[in-house]
């Protein structure tokens, strides 16, 4: 054997060893001359020494040249008095491990092409891996997958110390592999149950990267066969698990409350509830598992309460879920933030779906119309266009509630009946009141909510008005339109000619500044 | 496909029978075979088509038609050879047999004549030219031009368009007629023809050339008379001589006198209180006209009439809008319009600018000579006087509007010095760079002179360009004032001048002015927008935009209920008070600002802002120490915990008593970085003085609106608790105390809604519609493309039903031959039987007889 120059750090060197080893089986040890240069500094190094081991155990994997079965000792095999092949065999299986472990510490490699390309290669491995497998099969079309490759990887996806949210998204295509997603799903439960019972405190770091790699996960939504595999088969079996959809629910629903179960941070929470009703909810096996989570985060308030509504409002509606106090829930979210919160859309469409029924008691259809008037008091014209019609929508539903706008013989008060504190939306006493907050809204300063408040002059028009195209509308939006609309004539002017920046003494400007 | 091919015999069936059995049917009118259908009443004007019919006939007449073509394909029907007969008119009925063997005698000769041999030349070959024999040309020899060809004009002689546009009866006539004699072919027929027309032509030529030197020779001899008559009639000359004769300088002048004004009596001058009484009803026109915009009642009557646009209006988008013609007016015995000058002399900037005027009127009066000289029309004078006066007269229509109040300092006290210094003729600038050069480094006063010397010497009326020049001058000021007011210093002073400015601009020209001002707006409003995007929250804007929003204020009517630029800016009001969070005390200044500017915007139409109330309440809240003011309601973009949750809490409790009561400067609005902690203090409590004073302004504002209690609860919860925070002067307690006794004392009114009564939908009335009949027998009442429709479908169910018995009659008959033929056969077949039974029988007998002669022997 010749004794190899410790520097073989160059493309030229690294090609040369490649050659010796896959040609002579004499020449083995030139692995190991590979194998140092993984553990470089330079990341072109690094990337030089992973394509070369990319090459080689891929070669190697392909002529099964590596050890099949459980894996014995290195010393007692090379001690023992087996056949020279065989030992040269276990021999390179331990160095192909040796390799994949190195892989997997690249995994987390401050530099991003390091990582892609060990993730690449590890990928590569586990499908030649996959098709021809390192254990013998127990029986006849026995499903193999190289399980333990393939939680090196996700592990190394998901771990507690760096941001790997780049790599997720790279993981991502392979996703598309059934074999693949159902293997991930599994992997990535373990992984999230280990890292949870190894240490009480764990990083943001971790539940996000872990979020990212979970809600990339997305299930086909029909019932088919599921023979997409990134590792290939020469004939499926349909004892398989991998193959049936309902195993991959299955397999999801576990991954999921695996997750969910664990006390997320804030911000996370958002993310999970914002996807969780298109997402997660449908591809459950037993949707009305993710009641308890859902109510919980109800009880939160704010926000978060207001996100979970969606969910917990396709469970009642679909699954057949009792909760009583829905309404009075929804009731308690509405205060004056919520016309200036992010997801104001998301919530008045919601409020929309919830009230849309008919076989609503007008006392709590009441109550509503008469918050929201109040709420509406202290709103910008973007929420105020919005609601209005949102408002009058109510009316027009529920026309017992129309006496809100219309009681001609009703005495004059001296107070609001309306009490605004009261939580309950059954004595809250909104159907003896009226919306005289309309009234006052009628007097608006932007022409369009004026006219828009106006409505309840007149007798309510029978067909509802849509809001769909209301609810996403944005001061700016406003802005344009006004600006976009063209006046027939001219332009009036100002007839009070201007003395000066302030106007005159009697303005509020010059009362209140100077220039000086 | 047999259907289409049946209605078509049946079609050709209706004409046959007319030609083939018409004739005989009336002929020989068998009354048991005419079949009438009687009718019950007579109805004047129907037209009856069906009242005798001939049913045997025309039974008969089908059942011959289907002989002829169904029986035949039926009798066909397995037979795929076809028999055709090719003999020429074998069943063609008029041609008589000699001619019958004529043509079929030509076609077998033709037989015999196809060329054998294509290089033998020798045949008897027509050479062509056109179409035309060569050898026929030659005879003719007389080629008429192509020119020629044009005098006819595309009208086609009648003969022409009959032999070649098909032959109608008369042809046809005709034909029958020659027939007699020789037929032509249909080749010397043309030839005949374009002879014909080519003669016609040429004589028509002939004609005209005749007329013409016939023509030719009367004019010389009239020339020859005119000579003679010349100096008799002036009509006649100037109705006969092509070249007018020099006009004379004397009949010039007399129409050019005719022509000229002359001085009409001008209206009596008015006094004191007249004109008083003219400004004062001008303004209340003014007024009506806002209030009636205000309510935005009548968006559709808000369409004005169309200005009368005199005749002289140069169309330069200088508009009298007001009747300022100035009316002659004494005061003190000494006539108004002096002083008027005086004062316009001062304003713009002393002598030196009468001395610009009467450059420029010069220069006026050099451009009229060049028009004179032009002479195109002789008002040029008279309109570049008008207009000048108008020049002067602009300042003191301003005057006119502000009766009793002094413009501020229009540049009156602008130092002679400085003015002298400054040049009289500034070119309009072309880019804002070039405004601000001229502008920049100068006083207040000069800038001033600057700008008003600029839309001096551009006024619209000089020249052509200069509307354009003094448009893009209006948004060069906006920016310029931008500018300024960005600056670390802003100057503000020079910005509260230049406004005036702005004012006179935008009134002269209003299009041009909104849409800059709307520019700047939405520029403004797109940073905000972009910043709102990316951070979720966006940073009060610079005062550049405060300025703009004020400005806008100042140019245009506030109060109306939609306005072109003013509702946009109250867009971007209300987005500045609910999406930029306060986090300094310049926010709250500017916030303030915004405020105040909301609140004149609206103090005449008296309309409700959330917003404001919202930062009014924010501004109480970062007001009140944290520990008291938990629990209130606070609206976006105010927190009730945070670093900037205390930011007008006066720290030091010592500053309270120095306070002074004052007014805010926009200063600090724009920077307040090196300020000591007392000033601080004192700008705090400055903020909370005017956010008091400012909230009363709304109590009092909307003590109207039905819900006053529900809009400043919150307010009014915060105040009493305030109150009880004596750390505060007493001026702002004593405020405070004002605002809620204001707020409670105000009765709540809660009178219940109702709706309009609409008008009630009227019943369905059952009176007959009265339609009016145009024609009888039609469907009537619908339009004409219905009625067509209706027609159609009548005529398509009718074709239907005609087809459907048509079929049913064909399969009737189908089935009767085919009856008739099974019938046959078995009678054949009997017959067959019977002379089979027949011969054996008599063989039988035969037989039988034989036996018993047989038996007998």
């Given amino acids: 054997m010749d004794p190899l120059p410790a520097s073989a750090g160059s493309r030229g060197e690294l090609g040369r060893l490649l050659q010796a080893v896959l040609t002579s089986r004499g020449q083995a040890n030139a692995v190991f001359d590979i194998l140092a240069v993984l553990q470089s500094e330079d990341p072109e190094d690094i990337q030089e020494g992973v394509r070369t081991c990319s090459r080689l ?85 026995h499903y193999l997958f190289p399980r333990t ?203 929309d779906l919830f009230l849309s029924s008919s076989h609503l008691p007008a006392y709590l259809v009441a109550a509503f119309a008469k918050r929201l008037a109040r709420l509406a008091l202290t ?138 | 496909m047999g259907k289409a091919k049946r209605s078509g015999a049946r079609r050709q069936v209706h004409k046959a029978p007319a030609g083939a059995f018409g004739g005989p049917a009336k002929a020989n009118p068998n009354p048991f075979e005419v079949k009438v259908n009687r009718q019950k009443f007579q109805i004047l004007g129907r037209k009856t088509r069906h009242d005798v019919g001939l049913p045997g006939v025309s039974r008969a007449r089908a059942i011959r038609k289907r002989t002829q073509t169904l029986l035949k394909e039926y009798k066909e029907r397995n037979k795929s050879n076809v028999f055709m007969d090719k003999r020429i008119g074998e069943y063609n009925s008029n041609i008589s047999p000699e001619e019958k063997m004529m043509k079929r005698f030509a076609l077998e ?92 032509k040429r004589e028509r030529q002939a004609q005209r050339e005749d007329a013409l030197e016939l023509t030719e020779k009367l004019d010389q001899d009239w020339k020859e008379i005119q000579t003679l008559l010349s ?67 009548d968006e559709d009557e808000n369409k004005k009439k169309p200005k009368h646009i005199s005749a002289d209006d140069l169309n330069d988008g200088f508009i009298l809008d007001k009747d300022d013609r100035r009316l002659l007016s004494y005061k003190d015995g000494k006539m108004n319009i002096e002083n008027v000058q005086e004062q316009q002399s001062k304003e713009a900037g002393g002598q030196e600018s009468d001395q610009k005027e009467d450059e420029e009127e010069g220069e006026d009066e050099s451009r009229e000579d060049t028009e004179e000289s032009d002479g195109s029309d002789s008002h040029s004078d008279l309109e570049s006087n008008t207009e000048s006066e108008e020049e002067n007269e602009k300042p003191k229509k301003e005057q006119h509007q502000t009766p009793g109040g002094q413009l501020p300092s229009n540049g009156q006290k602008a130092p002679k010095a400085a003015g002298a210094e400054l040049p009289y003729v500034f070119a309009a600038p072309e880019s804002y760079e070039e405004l601000r050069s001229l502008l920049s480094g100068r006083s207040t006063e000069e800038q001033l002179l600057v700008v008003e010397r600029i839309q001096k010497c551009n006024h619209p009326s000089l020249a052509v360009g200069n509307k354009a020049k003094l448009e893009k001058l209006f948004g060069f ?31 002269m020209f209003p299009e041009s002015a909104s849409e800059s001002i709307i520019f700047v707006l939405r520029d403004a409003m797109h940073e905000m927008e972009e910043m709102i995007e990316t951070k979720g929250r966006a940073l009060f804007p610079g005062l550049d935009v405060l300025i703009y929003l004020k400005i806008t204020g100042l140019l245009f009517p506030t109060s109306d209920f939609w306005h072109p630029v003013v509702t946009p800016a109250l867009m971007c009001m209300s987005q500045m008070l609910t999406k930029c969070p306060v986090l300094s005390l310049q926010d709250v200044i500017k916030g303030l600002f915004v405020c105040c500017l909301f609140l004149e915007y609206v103090s005449l139409s008296q309309r409700f802002i959330p917003e404001l109330l919202n930062f009014l309440l924010g501004i109480l809240y970062i007001a009140t120490p944290n520990s008291k003011s938990q629990g209130s309601a606070l609206v976006h973009p105010f927190r009730a915990l945070g670093k900037n949750s205390e930011l007008l809490v006066v720290s030091d409790k010592a500053d309270v008593t120095t306070w002074q009561k004052g ?67 007493q001026d702002l307690q004593d405020l405070s105390g004002s605002i809620l006794s204001e707020m409670e004392s105000q009765k709540q009114h809660c009178r219940p809604l109702i709706c309009e009564k609409s008008k009630p939908v009227p019943l369905k009335l059952f009176t007959p519609r009265l339609v009016k009949v145009l024609e009888f027998g039609r469907k009537q009442g619908s339009t004409k493309e219905e009625q067509e429709r209706k027609r159609l479908i009548h005529k398509h169910k009718r074709e239907f039903k005609g087809a459907v018995r048509e079929i049913r009659k064909d399969n009737q008959f189908l089935a009767r031959m085919q009856l008739s033929e099974i019938m046959e056969r078995d009678a054949e077949r009997k017959r067959k039987v019977k002379q089979l039974f027949n011969s054996l029988a008599t063989q039988e007998g035969e037989w039988k007889a034989l036996k018993k002669k047989k038996f007998k022997k």
């Fill in chain 2, 477 to 507: 000021l906006l920016q310029y004032i931008g500018d300024l007011a960005t600056d670390s210093t802003p100057d503000f002073k020079t910005i509260d001048k230049l406004t005036v400015q702005l004012y006179n601009l935008c009134q």
């Fill in chain 2, 663 to 729: 007014s805010l400067s926009l200063h600090w609005a724009s920077r307040l970085s090196t300020v000591t902690a007392t000033k601080a203090n004192h700008i705090r409590l400055s903020c909370l003085a005017s956010c008091l004073t400012l909230l009363k302004h709304c109590v009092l504002m909307y003590n109207g609106l039905p819900s006053f209690h529900a809009i400043f609860q919150p307010h009014q919860t915060l105040l009493t608790e305030h109150l009880v925070n004596c750390s505060l002067p």
């Fill in chain 1, 149 to 351: 490759l393939f939680r090196s990887v996700v592990g190394g996806l998901l771990i507690p110390e760096d941001d790997q949210s780049l790599l997720i998204s790279q993981f991502c295509e392979y996703l598309e592999y059934d074999d693949i997603r159902y293997h991930t799903m599994q992997v990535a439960t373990s992984t999230v149950a280990r890292a949870t019972s190894q240490q009480p405190e764990v990083s943001l770091t971790f539940w996000n990267n872990a979020f990212m790699l979970l809600s990339a996960v997305s299930l086909p939504l029909q019932e088919r066969d599921l023979t997409n595999f990134y590792v290939q088969h020469a004939e499926t079996s349909d004892k398989w698990k991998v193959i049936h959809l309902k195993e991959h629910r299955k397999a999801f629903q576990e991954m999921w409350l695996g997750f969910l179960k664990h006390k997320l941070p804030l911000s996370l929470y958002k993310k999970v509830l914002v996807t969780m009703h298109d997402s997660i909810l449908p591809h459950l096996a037993q949707p009305t598992l993710m009641i308890d989570f859902l109510t919980s985060a109800c009880d939160v308030g704010g926000a978060i309460s207001l996100l979970a509504l969606n969910g917990l409002f396709s469970l009642v509606h679909k699954h057949n879920l009792e909760y009583p106090d829905f309404y009075q829930k929804l009731y308690g979210l509405l205060d004056p933030s919520i016309f200036h919160v992010k997801y104001r859309a998301r919530f008045f469409h919601l409020a």
């Fill in chain 2, 109 to 200: 000769q033709q037989r015999h004549h196809e060329k054998k041999n294509i290089y033998n030349l020798n045949e008897d070959e027509e050479l062509t030219h056109y179409g035309q024999s060569l050898a026929d040309i030659e005879k003719h020899n007389d080629i008429v031009d192509s020119d020629s060809d044009t005098e006819e004009r595309g009208t086609l002689s009648a003969e022409l368009t009959a032999s070649h546009f098909g032959g109608g009866i008369h042809n046809t006539s005709q034909k029958e007629g020659e027939d007699g004699d020789k037929p032509k072919s249909r080749k010397e027929l043309i030839e005949e023809l374009i002879a014909k027309s080519k003669q016609e």
């Fill in chain 2, 231 to 297: 100096r008799k009639s002036q009509k006649s000359e100037n109705k006969e001589k092509k070249e007018k004769p020099q006009p004379d300088a004397y009949d010039m002048m007399v129409r050019e006198l005719g022509f000229e004004m002359k001085a009409q009596p001008s209206s009596r001058m008015k006094t004191e209180e007249e004109l008083a009484k003219e400004e004062q009803e001008r303004l209340k026109k003014l007024e009506a006209e806002r209030l009636r915009r205000m309510l935005g009642k």
């Fill in chain 1, 379 to 516: 709103a910008p014209p973007e929420a105020l266009l919005m609601v209005l019609p949102f408002i009058c929508n109510l009316l027009r539903r529920h026309p017992a509630c129309r006496v809100m706008v219309h009681r001609p013989q009703g005495p004059e008060l001296s107070a609001d009946p309306y009490d605004p504190l009261e939580k309950d939306p059954a004595r809250s006493q909104a159907l003896e009141s009226c919306l005289w907050e309309l009234q006052t809204l009628q007097q608006h300063y932007h022409p369009e909510v004026s006219r828009a408040a106006s409505v309840i002059n007149q007798v309510l028009s029978d067909p509802e008005v849509s809001i769909a195209s209301l609810l996403e509308l944005t001061a700016y939006e406003i802005f344009e339109r006004d600006l976009k609309k063209k006046t027939a004539g001219s332009v009036p002017l100002e007839f009070i000619p201007a003395k000066g920046l302030l106007g005159r003494q009697d303005d509020l400007c010059a009362q209140f500044f100077t220039l000086s």
């Fill in chain 1, 57 to 141: 155990f891929g070669t190697l994997l392909e002529r099964e040249e590596l050890f099949v079965g459980s894996l014995p000792r290195e010393d007692t095999v090379l001690a023992g008095s087996q056949e020279a092949t065989q030992k040269y065999k276990v021999w390179m299986r331990h160095r192909y491990h040796s390799c994949c472990n190195r892989l997997e510490e690249l995994l987390s490699h401050p530099s991003f092409q390091v990582k892609e390309l060990a993730l690449k290669t590890l990928m590569k491995f586990v499908q030649l891996e996959g098709g021809k497998p390192l254990e013998k099969p127990q029986w006849e079309s």
